[in-house]
């Protein structure tokens, strides 16, 4: 997994409309970059509702967030519909950008084992470093947690 202080690994991927959407194209700008499991699942959509609650006070300060499944664009164009979700949703059906910041990793659940995205946020700054990695964050708490670590940062 990617550790703070190290430099994000830049990527292109679509959005929820198709259109191609780069991490470079943010330099300048602080990037809240989540990695969640599947759109419209309970916990992933308290997530997204959590980040599109508090989107005001992230673009206040002028952060963008962008939230990385390996769901389709035509998912992430209906469970942005859906939930009215304000923010940048990018699909990663191959997993290039879930592996490169390592949170395709084993998971278990009832016994079973298999390979998953672990929910984990990143905090990028300006320059492309990162400088906070939350993992295995509470979906519900997540954006909070994130402005109130931005507060005493």
Not at 61 to 82: M, P, W
Not at 119 to 147: C, H, Q, Y
């Amino acid at each position: 997994m990617i550790k703070e202080l190290e430099k994000a690994p830049d990527f292109t991927l679509l959005d929820k409309n198709g259109q191609a959407v780069s991490l470079h194209d943010f330099k300048g700008k602080k990037v809240i970059l989540y990695f969640y499991p599947k759109d419209n699942t309970p916990g992933c959509t308290k997530q997204a509702c959590g980040f599109r609650d508090n989107y005001a006070a992230f673009t206040n300060q002028g952060i963008v967030v962008i939230g990385i499944s390996k769901d389709s664009v035509a998912s992430h164009q209906k469970f942005a519909d859906k939930y009215n979700l304000p923010f940048i949703l990018l699909a990663d059906p191959d997993h290039q950008v879930i592996e490169a910041y390592g949170v395709w990793q084993e998971k278990k659940n009832y016994g079973k084992t298999y390979m998953g995205i672990v929910r984990t946020t990143f905090i990028i700054d300006e320059e492309g470093t990162v400088i906070k990695v939350m993992p295995k964050v509470k979906p519900d708490t997540n954006a909070s947690d994130i402005l109130t670590f931005l507060e005493n940062n």
